[in-house]
């Protein structure tokens, strides 16, 4: 295993985690940005008022996503495993 397997080996594991983790980062932008928002304009500073939108707006997009992600991921573990004979023979 020469050192640019393993360093293309670390860069599909970063890409599979940002493409994972990023409709849930962004839905809590987007919900975050529109409380800020709201709290602007109504001069509401209150910290907790973020939490329980992002919240449930997260668990709303885990639940549609959830099966998409979980098969995004089975499919990277299940070519890394098989590259595995290539990688040490």
Same mark, same amino acid.
């Given at each position: 295993?020469?050192?640019g397997t393993v360093m293309e080996i670390g860069r599909q594991a970063i890409e599979v985690a940002l493409t994972i983790s990023a409709?849930?980062?962004?839905? &809590?932008?987007?919900?975050?940005? #529109?409380?800020?928002?709201? %709290?602007? &304009? ?8 973020? !939490? ?17 992600? #979980? %098969?995004?991921?089975?499919?990277? #573990?299940?070519?890394? !495993? ?5 990688? #040490?023979?």
């Amino acid at each position: 295993m020469t050192p640019g397997t393993v360093m293309e080996i670390g860069r599909q594991a970063i890409e599979v985690a940002l493409t994972i983790s990023a409709p849930m980062l962004f839905a &809590a932008l987007v919900v975050g940005l #529109i409380v800020s928002i709201f %709290q602007a &304009a109504t001069q509401l500073n209150e910290a907790t008022l973020q !939490f329980v939108p992002k919240l449930v707006v997260m668990l709303m997009v885990l639940l549609l996503a959830g099966p998409w992600m #979980i %098969q995004y991921l089975m499919d990277y #573990i299940q070519r890394l !495993f098989e590259s595995i004979p290539q990688l #040490i023979g």
